[in-house]
């Protein structure tokens, strides 16, 4: 089965930190990009960030920038994505995700989801 597991979400104060991992299972990266996405309760999911194929990351939101990190370990079919400087207008519920091509602004032929981390910053 082919899956995305999620692991590395939980409850931080603001300014701390977090490192969220993505591993795929049954399947590998190959030539897909892959990337990050948040949803806050009543808004829309929207992308962080993407790292391309070529390790190449593109962020998406002016806010996380400095702060937010990415990582891709193609040998082990993981993405990490750290966390640092926390504010609680981080708080959302994270998923990884794996896809054609990294757009100009979200990731583009999503083919997997991750089912999602809850990250909760406290001010």
């Known amino acids: 089965q082919r899956q995305l597991v999620e692991s590395g979400g939980g409850l931080v104060q603001a300014g701390g930190s977090l490192r969220l991992s993505c591993a795929a299972s049954?399947?590998?990266?190959?030539?897909?990009?892959t990337s990050w996405f948040r949803q806050v309760a009543g808004k829309e999911r929207e992308g962080v960030l993407c790292?391309?194929?070529?390790?190449?990351?593109?962020v998406y939101v002016e806010s996380v920038k400095g702060r937010f990190t990415a990582a891709r370990d193609n040998v082990n079919n993981t993405i990490h994505l750290q966390m640092n400087n926390l504010k609680p207008e981080d708080t959302a519920v994270y998923h990884c995700?794996?896809?054609?091509?990294?757009?100009?602004?979200?990731?583009?032929?999503?083919?997997?989801w991750g089912s999602g981390m809850l990250v909760t910053v406290s001010s």
């Open positions: 049954g399947f590998t990266f190959g030539a897909h990009a």
């Open positions: 995700a794996v896809g054609e091509f990294c757009g100009m602004k979200t990731m583009l032929g999503i083919d997997y």
């Open positions: 790292i391309s194929d070529t390790d190449i990351t593109t």
